[in-house]
Structures are given as C-alpha cells and as structure tokens.
C-alpha cells in the first residue's frame, strides 16, 4: 500500500491549528503536509517495517536518555518546520537546549523546528525519489544529520548539512557523528529479516 496524496484547492486550505485537529481526529491514520499544502496519508506499516522502526527508535532512545543532550522521538512526532511543512520523521532527535527554549504550549502540539536529526525507513512500498525529497527538505530547514536507510538493498544515505549525500552499501554500523556524540546505531538487526 502506498501513500495518497490529496491536493486541495486553495479554497480548501488549512490552518495549522485545522490541521493538527484532523490529525487528532484521525489519530489511527499518519498524515503529513507540503509546503504547499498537499496532505499526504501514509497507510499503516507491515510487521517487517514496524519491528524496524522500533528497534532504530530504541537504539535512539536509549542512546539519549543515557547522554541526556536531547529528546529522542518516534514516528507519531509532527515537525512544523521553517517553511510551512508538517512532517513525521521515523526516528529524530533534537538537542536539549532547542527543545527546552519551546513553550509548554509549542511541546504539546506539532514542535515548530526541524529536528536535528531525521531516520527515514524506507519500506517496499515508498517512493525512493519522493524520501529522497524530504530529507533534502528536512536538511534545508536545519537539520544538521539524517539518514535514509533502505533494507531491502542494504544502503544507507547520509545527508549532511552543506555536504554532499554519501551513500554506503551494507554497513553494519552508522555513526552520529558530533551531532549524536558516542551513538552509533547496529544496522545488523535492521538488515536482517525478521
């Protein structure tokens, strides 16, 4: 099953605030927004997929609760960011300091910043063009490290700010780099079937 994509007429624009209450209303369904409005409903992941984002989201969460430099999120997190996308990462993570500079009303709802850093699982079903895409976005409204990895053929690629995509085949580990300090994620229960 692949992603819909609904274009609305202008006429038919949401507000912000529209759109987190659809989202609220529809909470069993994962919905992101372009830039230019464009309301994109994913459709639940597979079993395989599933098992994988958990385990990249755990390695993220225990990581970070170890260092206590930031916050890290699932994929149920909405980013407003800087130029009017609303989008949920697979795993991100954004530093402490951004995160505590936020209102308790900002926290609550779609977090107004891009994350620092941004996973994207591909599954069988995603277009590689269109993940692709959003990591670029996701780069140009700051975040500063992102992966894209792709089981299916064991390749990852790393976006950096300001730096070309590098693309590695079948690494069996990815370093944070100095944006995730000392984190480094197995890739081995990732590429391995379930």
Same mark, same amino acid.
């Given at each position: 099953?692949?992603?819909?994509?609904?274009?609305?007429?202008?006429?038919?624009?949401? @507000? %912000?605030?529209? =759109? $987190?209450? +659809?989202?609220?209303? !529809?909470? /069993? +369904?994962?919905?992101?927004?372009?830039?230019?409005?464009?309301?994109?409903?994913?459709?639940?992941?597979?079993?395989?997929?599933?098992?994988?984002?958990?385990?990249?989201?755990?390695?993220?969460?225990?990581?970070?609760?170890? !260092?206590? +430099?930031?916050?890290? =999120? /699932? *994929?149920?997190?909405?980013?407003?960011?800087?130029?009017?996308?609303?989008?949920?990462?697979?795993? *991100?993570?954004?530093?402490? %300091?951004?995160?505590?500079?936020?209102?308790?009303?900002?926290?609550?709802?779609? &977090?107004?910043?891009?994350? /620092?850093?941004?996973?994207?699982?591909?599954?069988?079903? %995603?277009?590689?063009?269109?993940?692709?895409?959003?990591?670029?976005? $996701?780069?140009?409204?700051? @975040?500063?490290?992102?992966? +894209?990895? %792709?089981?299916?053929?064991?390749?990852?690629?790393? $976006?950096?700010?300001?730096?070309?995509?590098? #693309?590695?085949?079948?690494? *069996?580990?990815?370093?944070?780099? /100095?944006? &995730?300090?000392?984190?480094?994620?197995?890739?081995?229960? #990732? =590429?391995?079937?379930?």
């Amino acid at each position: 099953m692949t992603a819909i994509t609904l274009n609305f007429p202008s006429i038919l624009a949401l @507000t %912000d605030e529209q =759109f $987190y209450q +659809l989202c609220q209303a !529809n909470a /069993d +369904l994962r919905l992101e927004r372009t830039n230019e409005g464009e309301l994109i409903i994913m459709p639940p992941t597979g079993g395989e997929t599933g098992h994988r984002n958990i385990e990249i989201a755990f390695q993220i969460q225990a990581w970070s609760r170890q !260092n206590n +430099l930031g916050i890290a =999120f /699932d *994929s149920s997190t909405g980013f407003k960011l800087p130029n009017g996308a609303e989008r949920s990462p697979d795993a *991100s993570w954004v530093r402490r %300091d951004r995160w505590e500079a936020l209102s308790a009303e900002q926290k609550r709802k779609f &977090l107004p910043l891009s994350p /620092d850093f941004v996973v994207e699982l591909r599954s069988e079903s %995603d277009s590689l063009t269109k993940l692709q895409a959003k990591m670029q976005e $996701y780069l140009d409204n700051g @975040t500063q490290l992102g992966w +894209l990895i %792709d089981p299916q053929t064991q390749q990852v690629e790393i $976006y950096r700010s300001g730096r070309e995509v590098e #693309i590695l085949q079948n690494p *069996s580990t990815l370093s944070g780099e /100095d944006i &995730l300090q000392n984190f480094e994620l197995n890739l081995k229960p #990732i =590429f391995t079937n379930v």
